[in-house]
Each structure stands twice: as C-alpha cells, then as structure tokens.
C-alpha cells in the first residue's frame, strides 16, 4: 500500500523530515509512506489563507491519484478540503489527521480532550468535532498559546505548556484520552503517554492507520465514499471546466 503525507505546512525545517520518518516507522509491514506537500501559505489559523490553498490541495490529491498512490493524508489537523477531494474521488482514500484523532480517541476512553496550538482555532476544531457526531464526548479544549510555526523552535517551551495543559485536562476536565490538536505537535506523544500513563493521540499518526483502515474496507468489502447526497460528485463537464481535471 502507498500512502501520500500531503502536507500543508511545510517551511524547510527538520521538523518535517522527522514527522515523515515517524510515519514509515509506524507503518506496518507491506506499507509505504512518501511526503509531499503544497505550496502557498504554511499558517493555516487563519481562515483567510487556508482558503487560498484548498483547490491546491484538491488538484494535488488528483497528481497523487494519477501516480498510483492508494491513499493519502492530508497534512493538518483541521482537514482542509477532505471533504471536497472525498466529493470528486472514490478510487483513492483520503485521510484527516482531525476526524481519524476524535474517531480514535473515541474508542479509548468514554472522553477525550484537546491540546490545540491557540484559542484563534478552537471555533474551527469545534465545528469539525461536530461534523464526527462525537462532539459529546469532547470534555475540553485546551490551548497551548504557541502559534503552529513555532510550535518546533523551542522544544523546551512545547513541552512545559504540554505538561501543564495536559495536567489540567486529566486532573480539571476528567480527561481519559488526550489528543494532540496540531500535526506539528509530532514526536510529543510517547513521551507524554509514559508520563502521564493515558492514551496519547498523534494526529499524523492516527490518520495513518485510519487510511489503512479504510483502504482494508475498500480492497476487502467494497466500502467506500457514498455518492449519495454530501459526496455526490460534480458533473464531469463542470469539474474539467472549473478545476481543469480528469475525473
């Protein structure tokens, strides 16, 4: 199985050759992780510019899909455009770092709670935590007040606020499962779940097995994306007309 990491955020720093390195490591056996990634704007807190790179991000996922990948990842943890490439395509799997964490977390305890990067976001991750049907089971959001292109300059800072955030999520909010509420978050969670003796999500990592998992139901029941209402796809004139694509 081959698997594209698209990210959104890349700025030239070794924090994203280590995030790819993290997803090899942890992939299974028979399991190939390539990164790639689109250019534009690397800040995605602001509305205003992750709208100036989601049509990107879609005719990227048609390259990937041209070039025989089975799956691939979209690189941040509010799930930019996944909706829209799940709209066009049924032939490639398209995973959210965000909706895999929150389907996950799920499972592991009766609550979970997020460590996000600032309060800018948290009214963007609630309307995505809605849209999972698992928004009951969130108990807290909780910032780090560290903004996503420094999250990676000072790792001493990162994880002073982790460690005080994380705290006050299991001790105030009750919290069984954290998840990490930001890809570049990466490289934090074995740590933390040692110290804190609690599941610990990593969102790039929780969408790499939820692409497996989705692609194991694809290749083996035939489950994939409904074209019934939400997914239903645009006509194919429109799509070669406004995108300029093949479908």
């Known amino acids: 199985m081959k698997i594209a990491y698209l990210d959104i955020l890349y700025d030239g720093t070794d924090a994203f050759e280590q995030l790819a390195h993290d997803l090899n490591r942890h992939a299974p056996k028979g399991v190939s992780v390539d990164y790639h990634y689109v250019t534009g704007t690397n800040n995605?807190?602001?509305?205003?510019?992750?709208?100036?790179?989601?049509?990107?991000?879609?005719?990227?996922?048609?390259?990937?899909?041209?070039?025989?990948?089975?799956?691939?990842?979209?690189?941040?943890?509010?799930?930019?455009?996944?909706?829209?490439?799940?709209?066009?395509?049924?032939?490639?799997?398209?995973?959210?770092?965000?909706?895999?964490?929150?389907?996950?977390?799920?499972?592991?305890?009766?609550?979970?709670?997020?460590?996000?990067?600032?309060?800018?976001?948290?009214?963007?991750?609630?309307?995505?935590?809605?849209?999972?049907?698992?928004?009951?089971?969130?108990?807290?959001?909780?910032?780090?007040?560290?903004?996503?292109?420094?999250?990676?300059?000072?790792?001493?800072?990162?994880?002073?606020?982790?460690?005080?955030?994380?705290?006050?999520?299991?001790?105030?909010?009750?919290?069984?499962?954290?998840?990490?509420?930001c890809t570049m978050e990466t490289g934090q969670y074995r740590m933390l779940q040692e110290k804190f003796n609690i599941p610990v999500i990593d969102p790039a990592i929780a969408a790499l097995f939820h692409a497996i998992m989705q692609y194991n139901c694809k290749k083996l029941c035939g489950w994939t994306y409904s074209k019934q209402c939400t997914y239903e796809r645009p006509p194919k004139d429109e799509i070669k007309k406004y995108l300029n694509i093949e479908i």
Do not use: W
């Open 44 to 181: 995605l807190e602001y509305i205003v510019f992750e709208n100036l790179v989601l049509n990107s991000i879609v005719i990227k996922i048609n390259e990937l899909r041209n070039a025989g990948y089975d799956a691939v990842i979209v690189g941040c943890f509010h799930d930019p455009a996944v909706d829209a490439a799940r709209e066009l395509y049924d032939d490639i799997i398209i995973a959210g770092p965000g909706e895999a964490s929150i389907q996950i977390a799920s499972t592991l305890g009766k609550n979970y709670s997020i460590i996000s990067v600032r309060s800018k976001t948290t009214a963007k991750m609630m309307e995505n935590i809605e849209k999972t049907g698992l928004g009951s089971k969130l108990c807290s959001v909780r910032p780090l007040g560290i903004r996503v292109a420094d999250l990676q300059k000072n790792h001493a800072l990162l994880r002073k606020r982790m460690d005080e955030e994380i705290t006050k999520a299991i001790d105030e909010d009750g919290a069984e499962v954290i998840i990490l509420g």
